[in-house]
């Protein structure tokens, strides 16, 4: 039985599809459990272009899974920068500001997209031009109306479009820029036998706002410990293996579900759970938070805050049972399974 907090991406039907690609939206609408976050599959074929546009509502963060392209950024005061993408890197869009994504690579591109808002809202270019007159838009540049007489216009967005060629990355794109990161060239946060992560947040990142991501990896020995996070919620992908998640909601309701690729799962702010490997291979993940810089309270670091005594009256139970756990000073965060999965 599928849980209300689990969405299908992969296996869903795409709400945009044109010989460019397609895109595949996971947001309130569809995905009720989703609060103030939400996440789109876009997938770009050779030559596919996601039209220049805009979100008034939401900024951006997205995550290269294969392929590779070209994003232009285009914001205040005549900001523009234009960089590559790769597997494995990320960029980021401020809420309002002008961006593209193109493939200049051979085969698909496909990126894993999230956003601060449950229902993202946009503006492209194809329908913002084309709402307007053929003489309001030769006003704008000084030209005659009879020069957009053959230009094809709607209101409604095209989305992904189409390049006449391939062609190859501008040599300016291959610049630094801010808007830019390459998460998995970065060292990781932490690293056991039960897994890693590396972090995509603000105190490496300064630019983002409003989001953040970890690229979590448990192997087959591993387990995210039970934890939560006290002002942030959280929006997984599921990009290799398979796994349990276990969520306790305010009522004592608790769901538990296995997630597999291409499997999104929402946690509201502050719920308690965790994620278990039990596949054979390393478990992937794309954690996604609806803050910059997330935080975190594991059971590992904070069971231990309390005395004996305490924990004992909790429990109905003789404090002298609580004697067995240790005392961390900080959560582990990963921790290497002991026992066999149940």
Same mark, same amino acid.
């Given at each position: 039985?599928?849980?209300?907090?689990?969405?299908?991406?992969?296996?869903?039907?795409?709400?945009?599809?044109?010989?460019?690609? *397609?895109?595949?939206?996971?947001?309130?609408?569809?995905?009720?459990?989703?609060?103030?976050?939400?996440?789109?599959?876009?997938?770009? $074929?050779?030559?596919?272009?996601?039209? #220049?546009?805009? $979100?008034?509502?939401?900024?951006?963060?997205a995550y290269c899974l294969r392929g590779k392209g070209v994003v232009t950024v285009f914001g205040n005061y005549g900001e523009r920068e234009t960089f590559t993408v790769s597997p494995g890197e990320m960029f980021f869009? #401020?809420?309002? =500001?002008?961006?593209? %994504?193109?493939?200049?690579?051979?085969? +698909?591109?496909?990126? %894993?997209?999230?956003?601060?808002?449950?229902?993202?809202?946009?503006?492209?270019?194809?329908?913002?031009? /084309?709402?307007?007159?053929?003489?309001?838009?030769?006003?704008?540049?000084?030209?005659?109306?009879?020069?957009?007489?053959?230009?094809?216009?709607?209101?409604?967005?095209?989305?992904i479009g189409m390049k006449k060629s391939r062609g190859d990355a501008p040599e300016y794109a291959y610049f630094q820029s801010k808007y830019k990161y390459n998460v998995e060239a970065a060292f990781p946060l932490l690293?056991?036998?039960?897994?890693?992560?590396?972090?995509?947040?603000?105190?490496?990142?300064?630019?983002?706002?409003?989001?953040?991501?970890?690229?979590? !990896?448990? *192997? &087959?020995?591993?387990?995210?410990?039970? $934890?939560?996070?006290?002002?942030?919620?959280?929006? /997984?992908?599921? +990009? !290799?293996?398979?796994?349990?998640?276990?969520?306790?909601?305010? &009522?004592?309701?608790? &769901?538990?579900?296995?997630?597999?690729?291409?499997?999104? =799962?929402?946690? #509201?702010?502050? =719920?308690?759970?965790? %994620?278990?490997? %039990?596949?054979?291979?390393?478990?992937?993940?794309?954690?996604?938070? +609806?803050?910059?810089?997330?935080?975190?309270?594991?059971?590992?670091?904070?069971? !231990?805050?309390?005395?004996?005594?305490?924990?004992?009256? *909790?429990?109905?139970?003789?404090?002298?049972?609580?004697?067995?756990?240790?005392? =961390?000073?900080?959560?582990?965060?990963?921790?290497?399974?002991?026992?066999?999965?149940?």
């Open positions: 039985m599928d849980s209300p907090n689990v969405f299908h991406l992969l296996s869903a039907k795409p709400q945009v599809s044109t010989k460019g690609g *397609t895109r595949t939206n996971a947001t309130k609408s569809n995905f009720p459990a989703l609060r103030g976050m939400a996440v789109y599959r876009l997938l770009l $074929h050779e030559r596919g272009v996601r039209e #220049p546009h805009w $979100h008034p509502n939401s900024n951006e963060l869009v #401020p809420s309002g =500001y002008l961006h593209h %994504i193109e493939n200049t690579g051979k085969g +698909d591109m496909e990126l %894993i997209i999230a956003f601060s808002d449950g229902e993202p809202e946009e503006f492209g270019l194809s329908a913002s031009l /084309g709402c307007m007159t053929d003489a309001v838009l030769g006003n704008t540049w000084g030209l005659k109306s009879k020069s957009f007489s053959g230009l094809k216009r709607s209101p409604r967005n095209i989305v690293a056991n036998d039960g897994g890693w992560a590396k972090v995509a947040r603000k105190n490496v990142w300064p630019v983002l706002d409003g989001l953040s991501m970890y690229s979590l !990896r448990i *192997t &087959d020995k591993g387990m995210r410990e039970p $934890h939560w996070h006290p002002v942030t919620a959280e929006m /997984g992908y599921v +990009d !290799r293996g398979r796994a349990r998640m276990t969520l306790l909601s305010p &009522d004592g309701s608790v &769901d538990t579900y296995t997630l597999g690729r291409g499997d999104v =799962y929402f946690i #509201p702010r502050a =719920y308690p759970h965790h %994620i278990e490997n %039990i596949g054979r291979e390393a478990l992937r993940f794309l954690v996604f938070f +609806d803050q910059s810089t997330p935080g975190d309270i594991g059971f590992t670091g904070s069971v !231990r805050a309390y005395s004996n005594e305490v924990l004992g009256a *909790t429990f109905d139970t003789d404090p002298e049972v609580f004697e067995m756990l240790p005392e =961390y000073h900080e959560d582990l965060l990963i921790v290497s399974r002991v026992n066999p999965r149940d």
